[in-house]
């Protein structure tokens, strides 16, 4: 209805305490990185904090249309965060707490933040990273390019009283490892503490009421070029698909306890963990820590210790645990375990066999979900117990998407086919624009064939009709499940002095799907050594995070280049894997250096 209003963290808190009456019921299950640190919340109870949050916004000059950015550990103040955003309609920017200093610099400049969210520190396994020091480094880079951010919100999360006294936690057992005495930085111009502001809040908030093209949250991917992309979902339409395809895909019952190991830092943690489920009233697990910690069995007693019954994760962690084999598995029951759901890459029929036979005992179902951050949703996936499913494929699409698979020259292809994936007629939960830059977003997306919403993977679909994604096609490579861009990594390198000139592939690998595979030429008067490589490692870290980090890095004296100077990764990445099968080179400048390239291939990790 043209001139209604909305507000979504209304339809999420409000609706499902005041009309469902769902308020005693619990929304989170918080499980901490240490067994025995947990928490829940229930929908009044986060309904209160959010509405208290919203308010700490509104005093500090927040108004709807700002951005805010959001740099936490996976604790429910996160989520009190985002929805207090989505309560006042600012948009909030959440940066995956992985990402370095320089990324969330960026980020937070490309949209124009005004205020920043983070944490003191926190635990990832073994871990300790002391967030406010990253997060400090971040807001002086932004300084010094002129950002006029001027407040930082801290939560006292690894400090926090109740666990961190000298052993005397209220808490039991005592968590001893949150004991510690840690530095956090503080700059008292700059920064407060989150529970003092929200020690005098009220907890009466008239949400903004919000047209449904409002802007909701911002999002940043990687892109070809590069430069992270800001992927801009609105109120309306995304609230509506999160929702429906959270109930459809998962099946979604009352009396289900859900669990999405994604983090919050990405799409999956938005649409899956947040709003999907809370918009259904659902009761989820949201875990701080990590598979493998403090053993391999940790997924496992989680599903156990709060019953899982619908549990969504990446085909990374699945490789990984199978690793291990089926003896940490079978040590926990799960028989809460309905369905199961996959997500953020292809998942290899063996995983996926695995997953389907170990895990779920051949009872549950299982969802492979294709879809993106620019998606908002799902897009091709299988409805659980309906569907009849094949191991590696994403099956069909969900309501109201019509895909199509076009060739080259941008022709549709009927029937068994393989070519590029396209969606034919938008859906509701597809990105409006790309943050400040709509003319990008036409040419991303919508030039190469006009029409089409191009998605940059490729897909077979198989004389059943059935859609097998084959991975991107683009210069973007996937990494346990997470999206980066060669160019992105390429100019990390090259900000080295020893570098003049660098080339990124994606490269298989058995946990991670595809790893790093970097060509590097160096300078005149620069010697190619380990102190080398690690410095190149260090550096990629440092510029985009340890997802980044390379796998091998080789001495290149000079690249495979057309005539034209691009450089042929298709080349390279054939002699990453010690492919000799290089098909027609008649088009290379320099021929000559390929068997060079060959002889000095990294065959082990370094
Ligand atoms: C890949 C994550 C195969 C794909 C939700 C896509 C998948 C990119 C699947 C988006 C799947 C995601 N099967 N490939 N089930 N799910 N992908 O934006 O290449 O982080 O384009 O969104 O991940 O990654 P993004």
Redesign the pocket.
Known sequence: MKGATTNICYNLLDRNVNEKKLGDKIAFYWEGNEPGDSAKITYSELLHKVCQFANVLRSQGVKKGDRISIYMPMILELVVAMLACARIGALHSIVFAGFSADSLCERILDCGCSLLITADAFYRGDKLIILKQIADEALQKCKDKGCPLKKCIVVKHLAREEVAVDGTCSKSPPLKRLCQDVQIPWNPAMDVWWHELMSSASSECEPEWCDSEDELFILY??GSTGKPKG?LHTVGGYMLFAATSFKYVFDYQPEDVYWCT?DIG???GH?YLTYGPLANGATSVLFEGVPTYPDIGRMWSIVDKYKVTKFYTA?TAIRLLMKQGEEPVRKHSRKSLKVLG??????NPEAWLWYYRVVGEERCPIV????????GGHM??PLPAATPMKPGS?TFPFFGVVPAILNESGEELEGEAEGYLVFKQPWPGIMRTLYGNHQQFETTYFKKFPGYYV???GCRRDKDGYYW?T??IDD?L?VS???LSTAEVESALLEHAAISEAAVVSHPHPLKGECLYCFVTLRDGHEFTKKLTDELKKQVREKIGPIATPDYIQCAPGLPKTRSGKITRRILRKIAKNDQDLGDISTLANPGIIKHLFNSRCDTKQ
């Open positions: 991917t990687s992927v994604a990405w799409i999956t649409s085909p996959s997500v953020g890459e292809p998942i492979d979900t294709f879809w993106q951050t620019e998606t091709l996936t994403a998605t940059g993977d994604i991975g991107r973007m996937n499940g997470h999206l």
